[in-house]
């Protein structure tokens, strides 16, 4: 898909910590919705949070709210993930995802959006 990279995957031990981060380039950044999903092979794509960019709205899904924060840094054209207290159910290959064209509002962009890019992901292995 191009212009989204995503790290920050590996292993961790259940109750462990990650930190996932996705740069973007400025043009698919600014001002637009970017998010994380998430999936198993053999299984649909889980959204877990979005963010409108131009004022940093964010949306959670219900198992991503109290562990998992989004995040953003317009220095860095990037939008990050802090997922705390991981479980195992939490493994999966972890994409970012955002609009093209950019979302122009926030209105719209939440954790179930359907975004027309995405990167290459980073996996996520969490062991008990």
């Known amino acids: 898909q191009g212009q989204l990279v995503e790290s920050g995957g590996g292993p961790v031990q259940a109750g462990g910590s990650l930190r996932l981060s996705c740069v973007a380039s400025?043009?698919?950044?600014?001002?637009?919705?970017v998010g994380w999903f998430r999936q198993v092979p053999g299984k649909a794509r889980e959204g877990i949070a979005a963010i409108w960019t131009g004022d940093g709205s964010a949306h959670y899904a219900e198992f991503a709210k109290g562990r998992f924060t989004i995040s953003q840094d317009n220095a860095k054209n990037s939008v990050y993930l802090q997922m705390n207290n991981l479980k195992p159910e939490d493994t999966a290959m972890y994409y970012c995802g955002a609009e093209d064209p950019p979302l122009p509002h926030a209105f719209l962009c939440d954790e179930k959006y359907r975004y027309q890019k995405w990167g290459q992901g980073t996996q996520v292995t969490v062991s008990s």
């Open positions: 400025k043009s698919t950044y600014s001002n637009n919705c």
